[in-house]
């Protein structure tokens, strides 16, 4: 309830605060359990594996404190209703295994100014022992003015002229509500159709973690021996909302590299996410 009035009362904020560039938020003694990562897998349809990496989009649930912490800082007053996530990278550098205890800073490091509103970066570093394991990179748009001109087009980062290899992923009604709950993130956007469609969509929407962690999962257990450990980066660009029962297409090129790239089109043929690349961890 507390954050669902937050979001109503920043209505009336425009663009973001500029002196908040820097803003920062620690977290320690961030102790990982399986038992939530395997429940984040099962959620993106990442089962059937004797893993022993946990899942990176458990990190969502890890830095959602720190992260909300700053996005609903007052003092950056923005208009929540307007913000969305438009891009989002997960490097790897060490697994993340049951047990660890993880150190998290978070920050905004970019506000920058766009030709439909702010651009609001925010990078969170997760280090275990003085060292990094993680660090995470998330890009927010607030949708304050309309777009004037031509939309930018996104494509995949590296096109092959053959034809690339298509299947389809097909997300699972209601699943919003369990992924908010488990994930934290309780954004009415996510989870109220009344509240979406004050936010300008026809209903509930995924989040942009759960649509990126669907993704990803179905890629490592086709490319990387269905194993978490075998990631080394993932990033995509969010170019339109899901709505949860879709049925997406994935075109993926350079299959048979270490560097897969590949965009994901809802049923309509539009984008839903471009620009995307995963890096496979070489053995």
Known sequence: MKRLISILRSRKYGSANSEMKGLKSVKNDLICDKEIADKFDQLCGFTGSSETALSPFYLAQLAYPAVSDLIYNEDLRINLLKLVHSAQSIKIFHPILHGDNLSLEAEISEIDRSAIGDVILLSATFTRDDTVVARTNSEFITKLRRRTGEKPQYTNTRPSSEKPETFTIQTVKKSTKQYALLSEDRNPIHTS????????????????????????ATLVKRYAGNSWKNLDYVSMRFSRFIIPGEELSVSLYDADSATLHFTVKKSDGKDALNEGTLHLREN
């Open 193 to 216: 159709a009344i509240i979406a469609r004050m936010a300008g969509f026809p209903g509930a929407i995924m989040h942009g973690m759960h649509t990126m962690g669907i993704t990803t």
